[in-house]
């Protein structure tokens, strides 16, 4: 249900800012947001709790956002919190946020090693991956994860690439089990 809801008016937000030519402009606004509401939690406590009646988290969003936002935006969080819809505005941003990344063609890739990447070695990777996808820009986030032994583990999106010798070796171990003697 959380997902639909971050779709509909993830999808809401995102059609407007590319009516309104705002794309860039409305992103770094949602980023900057998301990092204001990830350090004022009280504030997602406050416009979530039940005993609170609509019209004052309303004027607290006013008081608070008004004239610091876009008036997009403004009015964009002014429906989720009229539509009971705060308790998922993480979700509605993220959800903005990839729409944007797919829209601008910048693909987010997750790489884990067993240990640390030369600064050479990782855009050596990066630009496989641009030669690879379809993506005219990459954000890369590397992981250190000392259990794969050696090789690396590369997400982006739901697509996974498993070169860790730990998997390897996890599936010649199965294979070797399947071997009747």
């Known amino acids: ?3 639909l809801i971050s779709k509909t008016y993830g999808d809401a937000l995102f059609e407007l800012a590319v009516e309104e030519s705002k794309v860039d402009v409305l992103l770094d606004e949602i980023q900057q947001l998301q990092e204001i509401l990830k350090e004022n939690a009280d504030f997602g406590k406050l416009m979530a709790h039940p005993k609170i009646i609509k019209e004052e988290k309303l004027q607290v969003a006013e008081n608070v956002f008004k ?3 876009s008036d997009e935006l403004m009015g964009f969080l002014l ?3 009229s539509k009971d819809r705060y308790q998922e505005i993480d979700e509605i941003l993220e959800y903005f946020v990839t729409e944007v990344k797919k829209y601008k063609g910048i693909g987010v890739a997750t790489v884990t090693t067993a240990v640390p990447l030369k600064e050479e070695q990782c855009k050596k990777i990066e630009q496989k991956l641009l030669d690879t996808t379809e ?3 990459m954000e890369m ?3 250190i ?3 794969l032994i050696g ?3 590369i997400r982006i999106g739901d697509r ?10 996890n599936e010649l171990q199965k294979e070797l089990l399947k071997v009747q003697i």
């Open 1 to 3: 249900m959380a997902k």
């Open 67 to 69: 004239g610091r936002v």
């Open 79 to 81: 429906i989720v919190i």
């Open 135 to 137: 993506y005219k820009t």
């Open 141 to 143: 986030h590397y992981q």
């Open 145 to 147: 994860d000392a259990a």
């Open 151 to 153: 090789g690396m583990v």
């Open 160 to 169: 996974v690439v498993d070169s860790s010798i730990s998997t390897k070796l």
